[in-house]
């Protein structure tokens, strides 16, 4: 039987969304709670400014990068794509910086931000305005895009800022762990894969997730996209606050909650 693909599901009573128009001083924003997870479309710097989300014990999110080009081109083996990131500007850090920083504020535990090279040590100095230890570390994707014309090396690695607060729970035993994290990325075609063009490996979020977050705990991500932190901490047994400015992908990220609750809590 084939997978059930994110647009062709129909909700069950349980994964049923609750929706309301909410505002709180002059912020007006869409609401949408489903299960464990509290879902926001609307502009994450005015949210946390007006303190809408309140606290929680890990913020697990990925920014705008602020990238020079705002596209990429992916091969595959139906040619070659174009992926187009619209929601990035080369002025995004300054944004991103001060969300994260009224964000910061709120962690209880600790926090894991992916960045773009260049944010990295702007986020990191961010992190430890609010009283964390930030230190950085690197998704590595083994296997890249093959390198394109006058493209020297492709890039087979993402930039991750990680903070914590003195005692912090760490949820990584493992005697072989190490800054560098390795998972492959996502392609098109796999049945995980959305239509959001830097999804993130569910695996991936997993595994950050668990380490920085302790149990029943609440997890943040102001810049959700299609929702994988969210569907990885709720598979967890986590609760989620997720907040996306764009109605289309807020729309995804509604409709991946609901399929995780549908197949009864498997991600
Ligand atoms: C890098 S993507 C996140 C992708 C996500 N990790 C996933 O797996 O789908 C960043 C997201 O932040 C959203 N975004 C940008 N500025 C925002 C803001 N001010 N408030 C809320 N979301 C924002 C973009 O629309 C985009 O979907």
New binding site residues.
């Given amino acids: 039987m084939p997978e059930p693909s994110v647009l062709d599901h129909k909700p069950t009573a349980e994964s049923q969304r609750i929706v309301t128009t909410d505002q709180v001083g002059s912020v007006q924003f869409q609401k949408c709670v489903i299960g464990d997870a509290t879902l926001y479309c609307?502009?994450?710097?005015e949210l946390l400014r007006a303190g809408v989300f309140g606290p929680c014990d890990a913020l697990v999110?990925?920014?705008?990068?602020a990238l020079q080009n705002r596209f990429g081109t992916m091969k595959t083996d139906k040619g070659t794509r174009r992926l187009q990131f619209d929601?990035d500007s080369k002025d995004?850090t300054f944004?991103v910086v001060q969300?994260l920083r009224l964000c910061a504020e709120q962690v209880r535990n600790a926090a894991v931000i992916?960045c773009g090279t260049e944010q990295a040590g702007d986020v990191a100095r961010t992190l430890r305005t609010s009283g964390m230890v930030a230190k950085h570390a690197v998704w590595v994707k083994p296997y890249p895009p093959p390198p394109g014309d006058g493209n020297w090396w492709p890039s087979a690695h993402e930039n991750i800022v990680y903070a914590y607060r003195k005692g912090a729970f760490f949820g990584d035993d493992s005697k072989y762990r190490c800054n560098v994290f390795v998972c492959d990325n996502l392609r098109y075609g796999r049945a995980e894969k959305v239509a959001?063009p830097?999804?993130?490996p569910i695996e991936l979020?997993k595994y950050l997730v668990r380490s920085v977050t302790p149990a029943r705990g609440t997890v943040i991500?102001?810049?959700?996209?299609?929702?994988?932190?969210g569907v990885a901490a709720l598979s967890l047994g986590h609760s989620f606050i997720g907040?996306?400015?764009?109605p289309e992908?807020f729309e995804i990220?509604c409709q991946r909650v609901e399929l995780f609750y549908e197949r009864g809590g498997a991600a």
């Avoid at 999110?61 to 990068?65: I, V």
């Avoid at 907040?243 to 764009?246: A, F, G, T, V």
């Fill in positions: 609307g502009d994450s710097r999110t990925d920014p705008p990068y929601f995004a944004e969300s992916f959001h830097t999804q993130k979020l991500d102001p810049y959700m996209g299609s929702g994988t932190t907040c996306e400015i764009s992908f990220a």
